[in-house]
């Protein structure tokens, strides 16, 4: 065959299809060739992946063994331990054991410890919007907390604000609604605070102070000893489930509800940023459904422990359970209403989450009113 018109030799065109077919087989088998050792790397890298250990350290803000809160940290350890075959192993530390007992947000953001479990309202000197995420006076409930956590945009909002101390947060538990606390001495108007040496974190601790409190900061684990001597007047821990492991039923008489201060008090697990993203991906979807299932499993204990240990607390003819006057309430709230006022115009991330909260606040409200409030009242009275 010519190339016609060149008068030279023109290629068969079996030879040019031949070629081209060894070409294209080829290509096939480099491609397949390529293909079958990026996924032999990538089962080896998973392979890799699924042996290799983890070993962390967990500092608490909490007493050895505290129900509730400490052994909800032990059980988080513990989940995720087994859930991931032994990959992950945390041996729990509690406050004051590794550091000390509010100082756990420092030793996580440095790597010191590669989880937390505290609140976030021991941070309020670094953060001034960290109390939102563990509670705020007359905020929402345990319910509608998580609600907002989960659904609204909380937790995204939670970790952009813990994000530049290189923290992960997730919620483990909720306390419910707290107690105001124990008193030493009687409240019967708004005057008797003036001068009280309290007990008290967060905004609560802020607004107690702006009524004429002396607001006083310590760890659990030394409220009973300041309290029987008289270093405090008052202090507020927890609830009755708390209280009573902690003794403080024999520190003081009256018991005053309830906690205008914490609503419903979120417990936070804190992650190491750098540990976090050393974990494969299984891992730490294994971390955030056993932080989930601890949110769970914390708050349906302290809604079962706090109803047994109020009850053993209302029979003991040593105290005296307390509701605070209305016309303390009202003025407590006038005082809140003001530091939120003050606490929102001086720091932006705390006004972008209040607006957050308010605005799912309003909507709830309206549905806890014809729902959980009218059916708890109507369950109430038709019990007399």
Known sequence: AYDIGLGIPAEPLFRS???????????ITATAGVVACSAENEA???????????????????????PGLGTGANKLAEDIEKASNGRLKIKVFSGGELVPSLEVFDAVSQGTAQMGHDSSYYH????????YFTTVPFGMNVNETNAWLYFGGGIDLWQELYQPFNLVPFPVGNTGVQMLGWFNKEINSIDDIAGLKIRMP???????QRAGAIQVTMAGSEIFTSLQ???????????PYNDVSLGLHKAARYYYYPGFHEPGPNIECIINKDAWESLPPDLQNIVKIACQSSNLNMTSEYMWGNAIALEQLSNDPNIELKEIPQSVFNGLKFHAENSIKDLVSDDSASLKIQRSIESFMKKSSANQKITELSYLEMRINSER
Request: hydrophobic residues 40%; proline residues 7%; positive net charge.
């Open 202 to 208: 967060g905004l609560g601790g802020e607004i107690m």
């Open 44 to 66: 080896i890298q998973k392979e890799k992946a699924f042996k290799e250990k983890y070993n962390w350290n967990m500092v608490t803000s909490w007493p050895p063994n505290l």
């Open 17 to 27: 299809e031949n070629m081209k077919r060894r070409d294209f087989v080829a290509g």
């Open 124 to 131: 309020r000197g670094k953060l001034p919007a960290a109390p």
């Open 229 to 239: 001597t008289g270093v405090i007047d008052a202090a507020e821990w927890v609830g």
